[in-house]
Each structure stands twice: as C-alpha cells, then as structure tokens.
C-alpha cells in the first residue's frame, strides 16, 4: 500500500465520516500498480479516481442509517385542566351564544309572521272585492286600514258608491239581503256615532 496514496485520500474523505480500515482497504486496491516512488500528480490523479468509491460509501452508509432511526416513543400530549374547572366559563359562553341564536331566531318569527299577515290581509281583501264586485278602478286609490274589518270596510264603501250612483246596485240581491245589509250597517254606524 502506498503510504502517500493514504495520506492524500484520509485528507480528502476526513469530512465523510469513514472509518480508517475501510480507508486502508480501499487505498490498498487503489495502489495496485502504483509504485512508492510515483510523482504525487499520479498519487493525486490515483486519489481522484477512487473518491467517487469513498462518496458512494458515504452515501450507503447514511442511506442505511437513515433507514434504522430509532424509534422515538410518541409524546404524550400535555394534561389539560379537568373540564369541571371550566364548566363556568363554558356554561356562560354556551349561553350567551344560545341567546344570540334565539333572538335571531326570533327575529326570524317575528318578520316571517308579518310577511304572512301581510298575505292573508291581501288575499282576504282580494276576495271579498271579487266578492262584492268591486273592479281594480273601484280600488285603485282606496287603503283600508289595518285596523279595520275588511268585510265591513268593502261593504260601506261599495254601499256609498251605490249610493251616489257610481256603481250600480247589485241585481242577485233579494230584498231580504239588502234590507238585512242596511240594517248592520245602520248598526255598525250607529254604534261609531255613539258618545262614548
């Protein structure tokens, strides 16, 4: 083995973590045919063509130790505070958010039964004006308050436009029904005229 070629090639694989017999036993296939004599440009170039073989160790080497990493036992996760600690906290913040839903919910409700009203009120004045025979002309600038019956409210209002002759009375009628007609809403106004 050539002691030179050792030198060099412990110098150039010192940072490979290579043991020194594996270094040896390398150096002495590579100095087959290299005399102690030879110039150090042909040790150096001897050197050169068998670093690859120390780098493909190295390589192998770390391969098969990354291959058998110990097996680390899992961390145990860190003990949190028994939950009764908290039940406060937790009762309040679960509150809190259960109003919020409730009084959005009664939101809701309250918009939705509006909206409902609102269409029932609107269908029942739609038919009773089918009822009467009144024409969207006839209701075209008429509101009727929300207070107010709409049955009672139509029947005057079609009663006072009979009476000034703008519709014409209604001919399915028998005397009977329009003399019992007159006499509740000689009622119903009696009773508003009335001192209270």
Wanted: charge should be negative; hydrophobic fraction near 35%.
């Amino acid at each position: 083995m050539n002691k030179r070629l050792l030198q060099v090639l412990e110098a150039k694989c010192k940072d490979m973590g290579l043991s020194k017999d594996s270094i040896q036993q390398i150096t002495t296939l590579a100095s087959n045919g290299l005399g102690e004599d030879a110039t150090d440009e042909a040790i150096e170039q001897r050197a050169n063509e068998y670093l690859p073989v120390f780098k493909a160790m190295q390589a192998e080497a770390t391969r098969w130790a990354q291959g058998k990493k110990p097996v680390v036992p899992p961390t145990t996760p860190p003990i949190e505070k028994p939950i009764e600690a908290n039940v406060d906290a937790i009762v309040e913040a679960v509150t809190a958010q259960l109003k919020t839903q409730l009084d959005e919910h009664k939101t809701t409700i309250t918009e939705l039964t509006q909206r409902l009203a609102k269409s029932e009120r609107g269908n029942l004045i739609a038919a009773e004006t089918k009822k009467l025979g009144l024409t969207e002309a006839d209701m075209e600038f008429i509101t009727i308050p929300e207070d107010a019956d709409v049955a009672d409210y139509l029947g005057r209002y079609k009663q006072s436009l009979v009476d000034r002759g703008l519709k014409p009375a209604d001919k399915n009628v028998t005397a009977e029904q329009k003399k019992q007609a007159e006499t509740e809403l000689a009622k119903v106004l009696l009773a508003e005229c009335e001192v209270k």
